[in-house]
C-alpha cells in the first residue's frame, strides 16, 4: 500500500520559513518524479513544486524563487523549503508521485493527510 505522510507545517508569521516533509513508500518514490501540491478551502489541489529522479526542479510561478524542492532517494522522502511566507501560502500541502507536469499535473496515488500551514501575524 502506497502512503505519504507529509509534516513540518505549523501557525507561522510573515516572512519566516518553514521546512516541510513527505515520508513516502519506497515503492512510490523510486524512480519517479514527487511533487507537493497545496489546497485552500474551495479551491483545486494545485501542484506547485516537483522534482525529476534526476533532480530536476520546476516551480509555480507564484511560488518561484521562495520554494525549494529537493529529495533524499535513501530515506525516500522529501522535502519542501519555504522561505519568506506570505499570508497566501496558507494551505493544506500535500506530497505525491507526478506522473505529469505542472501544466497537466497528473499525481499517481491517493492522498495522505497533508500538512497544515497557516501564516498569520
Known amino acids: 500500500q502506497v502512503q505519504f505522510v507529509e509534516s513540518g507545517g505549523g501557525l507561522v508569521q510573515p516572512g519566516e520559513s518553514l521546512r516541510l516533509s513527505c515520508v513516502a513508500s519506497a515503492v512510490a518514490f523510486r524512480y519517479a518524479a514527487m511533487g507537493w501540491y497545496r489546497q485552500t478551502p474551495g479551491k483545486r489541489r494545485e501542484l506547485i513544486a516537483m522534482v525529476t529522479r534526476g533532480n530536476i526542479t520546476n516551480y509555480a510561478d507564484s511560488v518561484k524563487g521562495r520554494f525549494t524542492i529537493s529529495r533524499d532517494d535513501a530515506k525516500a522522502t522529501l522535502y519542501l523549503h519555504i522561505g519568506s511566507l506570505k499570508s497566501e501560502d496558507s494551505a493544506v500541502y500535500y506530497c505525491?508521485?507526478?506522473?505529469?507536469?505542472?501544466?497537466?499535473?497528473?499525481?499517481?496515488?491517493?492522498w495522505g493527510q497533508g500538512t497544515q500551514v497557516r501564516v498569520s501575524s
Open positions: 505525491n508521485r507526478e506522473d505529469g507536469s505542472l501544466k497537466r499535473q497528473r499525481p499517481a496515488y491517493s
